[in-house]
């Protein structure tokens, strides 16, 4: 089985201040990583992945995400926030094989003031 | 090109009344998924199917059914709704390459009273 953990349930941070959002995940297989996005009232989208490769993987949109195997973590980060980037973020995983369902993390909402 | 689909977008019942949540996707993937949103939860998964003519239990599939019509939709009923069942529900579908981004749709707001 595997699991998501995701620390902070909310994170408030000023526009244009650097953000980080943890995640942990626990699994006895390797697994492949997401960071899904929502804005109010939307569905998910995906904000980006990491499948294999280099650990660091990058968004359209400035956001940053690093694999790392030995504290099992994918935290998401972006240097500079904007009025824009407030939303809730999940943090995923899903297995290389089976029926490939993401398992996700409880949420972080990201709440960017002026 | 619509993506995923979802009707209705909200919906209230009484306990004990039954509906059916619709979803339809026109980007030919083989994969779909529903999944209901509780806060403080993230989304988990009540069922999935891998192809058409295909369908299997996930997380939390008490109370549900589904039913994979063609390639194109999946549907949720819920035969006798509870309270228990409010929630915001999303379907999404996905080609089955593994790794292959999952696309949801609007969700569906279901209020039992």
């Known amino acids: 089985a595997q699991s998501v953990t995701q620390l902070d349930s909310q994170v408030p941070v000023f526009e244009e201040a650097p953000v980080e959002l943890r995640c942990n995940y626990s699994?006895?297989?390797?697994?492949?990583l997401f960071w899904y996005v929502q804005y109010p009232n939307q569905g998910l989208q995906l904000l980006l992945k990491y499948l294999s490769g280099s650990t660091l993987v990058e968004s359209i949109n400035g956001f940053e995400a690093e694999f790392n195997k030995s504290q099992t973590s994918f935290h998401l980060r972006k240097p500079s926030v904007h009025i824009s980037d407030t939303a809730e973020y999940f943090c995923?995983?899903?297995?290389?094989?089976?029926?490939?369902?993401?398992?996700f993390g409880s949420g972080t909402r990201l709440q960017v003031q002026p | 090109n619509a993506g995923v689909t979802q009707t209705p977008k909200f919906q209230v019942l009484k306990t004990g009344q039954s509906m059916t949540l619709q979803c339809a996707q026109d980007?030919?993937?083989?994969?779909m998924y529903w999944y209901r949103q509780d806060p403080g939860m993230g989304l988990r998964l009540i069922y999935y199917?891998?192809?058409?003519?295909?369908?299997d239990k996930g997380e939390v599939p008490n109370g549900y059914n589904v039913s994979r019509l063609n390639k194109r939709e999946f549907s949720l009923r819920l035969e006798s709704a509870a309270p228990s069942q409010t929630s915001v529900y999303f379907c999404?579908?996905?080609?089955?390459?593994?790794?292959?981004?999952?696309?949801f749709g609007p969700g569906t707001r279901l209020l039992v009273l």
């Open positions: 199917s891998a192809s058409e003519g295909t369908t």
């Open positions: 980007m030919n993937h083989n994969s």
């Open positions: 999404a579908s996905s080609t089955q390459t593994s790794g292959e981004t999952q696309y």
């Open positions: 699994s006895s297989v390797s697994v492949y």
């Open positions: 995923a995983v899903s297995e290389p094989t089976g029926r490939r369902a993401l398992t």
